[in-house]
DNA sequence: AATGCAGTACCCCAAATGGGGGATTTCACA
DNA sequence: TGTGAAATCCCCCATTTGGGGTACTGCATT
């Protein structure tokens, strides 16, 4: 037998709310009881009920979808949340996947494939265009330039990330304070800053380490 | 008329190596004329190839999948590489994923959907099972845990990453030096540190500011 | 009324830091 | 063959930092 997802719908243009809920009341295996114009009426009434998938419209009137689910998802760990959006090029998609997001589709989605996400958010997935996941990916790929610094320098940098004084450093490399000194005067001097905390932000934010 | 996608292959397992390129070459509008079994030998022929996709093993005999990306995809950034793995449950997805991969699939994935895959990575998306996704996806929802920092003390901790000293912080908030100085103080009791580069490195990793 | 926290301000002092030098060896690359 | 970068070590000295205090105000919660 074949379990039935349970779904709500969150959208504040009527027709597209209709449809939505018509396509998946109208498949086998598919519910959709609970349907929501906005964030506000969504936040009173969803956490009490048993649902499995909301779909979240991104621009909403009032609270938007992205505020929304940073109320409504601590309340609901285990319901899952796929956006709908009509414009995938703006950066909505990280703050929706920060917010709790589990999936991330365009409106224009064909009803099969919508209902395929649904089923796969469901099953621990998370369905996203593959246009959406290339931005995503693209995060990762931040072209690290590459560092000025030395093996040593690099070296110690991390070590004073920890918060490491010039003995310690010594200590640990056996060297003398001296040359760890000498060091860390050239790394300011590469990195262009004057103090630990400059080197250590910048390392840190640059992916120096 | 369709464009011909030019596919290439790194792949240590003789039988899948050419499954792959039979069912790449048994497709109309897909060819595949360059396979190799190791990164050494992908390093010396393939940038001198005219190559859109490149489908990589992982787990290959000397250089791995993730370096030979690392080596590769600098030299032929137009070129879109799918890594081909058969466990998904580790973090060499986020490896494969910086070292400049666009897709990540399964070894086990059908005919059908690899050939999709492979027409989505030529036409700029990022093809990769729905629950790869998840994981990437869950790598933006780490949990923050609220801040043990007041108000006064976060603004205090943004100026240090920013390399200022005790000076500089206090004309710029109107403070006394020995005021900032308190609040420093109490950030490290706070944050369990005792110097500012340790702060700031907690800062920062921590995602306080 | 009391307690505690945030924010402000001050004192003392030892230790650490940053900036300015200079010096040597090794090793690669031109 | 020499030039430079990397790595090691040393000196001096003014400034900054960190840790130990204390003290007052306001505000909220108890």
């Known amino acids: 037998m074949k379990e039935i997802?349970?779904?709500?719908?969150?959208?504040?243009?009527?027709?597209i709310?209709?449809?939505l809920a018509l396509i998946i009341n109208g498949t086998p295996g598919y519910h959709c009881k609970h349907t929501f114009i906005d964030c506000e009426s969504a936040n009173k009434e969803l956490p009490n009920l048993y649902v499995n998938v909301v779909l979240m419209?991104?621009?909403?009137?009032?609270?938007s979808g992205i505020d929304g689910i940073k109320q409504l998802k601590p309340?609901?760990?285990?319901?899952?949340?796929?956006m709908l959006t009509i414009k995938q090029d703006d950066n909505s998609i990280f703050d929706s996947l920060c917010a709790g997001a589990s999936g991330y589709l365009m409106?224009?989605?064909p009803p099969s494939e919508l209902l395929?996400?649904?089923?796969?958010?469901?099953k621990g997935g998370s369905p996203m265009s593959t246009n959406i996941a290339r931005k995503v990916i693209q995060s990762f790929q931040i072209s690290t330039p590459p560092s000025p610094l030395s093996g040593r320098e690099t070296e110690i940098l991390q070590l004073l990330c920890k918060g490491?004084?010039?003995?310690s450093i010594a200590e640990q490399l056996y060297l003398s304070a001296h040359t760890v000194k000498s060091h860390i005067k050239n790394i300011y001097k590469k990195?262009?800053?004057?103090?630990?905390?400059?080197?250590?932000?910048?390392?840190i934010k640059d992916k120096l380490i």
């Open 5 to 15: 997802i349970h779904v709500a719908i969150v959208e504040d243009d009527d027709e």
């Open 17 to 19: 709310r209709q449809t």
């Open 57 to 63: 419209d991104i621009e909403l009137p009032g609270i």
């Open 75 to 82: 309340q609901m760990p285990n319901t899952d949340f796929i």
């Open 107 to 109: 409106k224009d989605t």
């Open 116 to 122: 395929r996400s649904i089923t796969e958010v469901y």
């Open 164 to 167: 490491m004084n010039y003995r």
């Open 191 to 203: 990195l262009h800053v004057n103090s630990r905390a400059e080197a250590v932000s910048k390392a």
